[in-house]
């Protein structure tokens, strides 16, 4: 399963669940026939960096408070330089990817900066991650605006938990735009604070809008709770629903087995999998 949600990866994927056909090609089953392709693909782009986007941020957020940090276990690529001012009650941290191209672990070349703000009390049970981006892409995307994260040191489960306030504007390198709100929260079941990234696991809950310039909206809704593995690229579990004008739909990713296959059912009850 695909290591987030927002790698959905295939394009025909997207065409069936994300994108929909005009109303007189609707019919009792699946038609991917008229579907629009392109519109999918930007939708991938999308939610393909919004997932790199928090993966950065809480590297950036973890590698700084990492009690036992060091070069030998930092969850930030070298190519990344790090720049942190004290106020007498706040922190900033800057996160400077250059202007050449920085490669993190998902392959992916990031550009541009991001900035983080919080007070200084890391101790205390809830902490507020304020954040912005500057020149930031993305491989050939930019993505611009800020975010707010909340940090829960010991949820309900004595785990960790970020929840975060997405609110962006993406501009692809063709000068096309859309947008991206709503939330997400990360609850972080394994592998806490032991300086290894590559073991760690998250549960995925929330919601969230893309809206595009001409008027078209994609709505996605985390029904049971997604499965983040650091160790595989597919998400393993969990159940999304997905809202299209024309059509809706739920996609389901599985037991748990690291693989790239989904389930995608739609509103009549129909199956077909999907090859992530």
């Known amino acids: 399963m695909k290591n987030n949600i927002f790698k959905f990866g295939l394009i025909a994927f997207f065409s069936v669940?994300?994108?929909?056909?005009?109303?007189?090609?609707?019919t009792d089953q699946l038609?991917?026939?008229g579907i629009d392709s392109e519109e999918a693909a930007l939708t991938a782009k999308i939610d393909d960096g919004s997932e790199v986007l928090s993966d950065l941020t809480l590297q950036g957020f973890e590698d700084e408070e990492n009690l036992t940090k060091g070069p030998n276990n930092r969850f930030l690529p070298d190519?990344?330089?790090?720049t942190v001012v004290l106020t007498s009650t706040s922190k900033n941290v800057t996160i400077d990817f250059g202007t050449e191209g920085c490669e993190v672990r998902s392959g992916h070349i990031i550009k541009g900066k991001i900035l983080m703000s919080y007070e200084i009390n890391i101790e205390a049970m809830s902490l507020v991650i304020n954040y912005s981006l500057e020149d930031f892409f993305i491989d050939d995307v930019q993505f611009a605006g800020s975010?707010?994260?909340?940090?829960?040191k010991s949820n309900d489960n004595s785990n960790p938990e970020y929840t975060m306030n997405l609110?962006?504007?993406?501009?692809?390198?063709?000068?096309?735009?859309a947008s991206r709100t709503g939330?997400?929260?990360?609850e972080w079941i394994e592998g806490a604070f032991n300086g290894n990234w590559g073991d760690n696991v998250f549960l995925i809950t929330g919601a969230w809008q893309t809206n595009f310039a001409n008027g078209n909206t994609h709505s996605t809704t985390i029904t049971t709770p997604l499965r983040r593995e650091a160790s595989c690229r597919f998400l393993v579990s969990g159940v999304v629903e997905l809202v299209r004008t024309n059509f809706s739909g739920s996609l389901d990713y599985g037991d748990g087995s690291c693989d790239n296959k989904a389930v995608f059912t739609n509103a009549d009850g129909e199956e077909r999998e999907i090859l992530l």
């Open 17 to 26: 669940v994300l994108i929909g056909c005009d109303s007189e090609e609707l």
């Open 183 to 186: 939330n997400k929260t990360r």
């Open 31 to 33: 038609n991917i026939d």
């Open 167 to 177: 609110d962006f504007t993406i501009t692809f390198a063709d000068g096309t735009q």
């Open 79 to 82: 190519c990344a330089t790090v």
């Open 147 to 152: 975010r707010t994260i909340t940090r829960l």
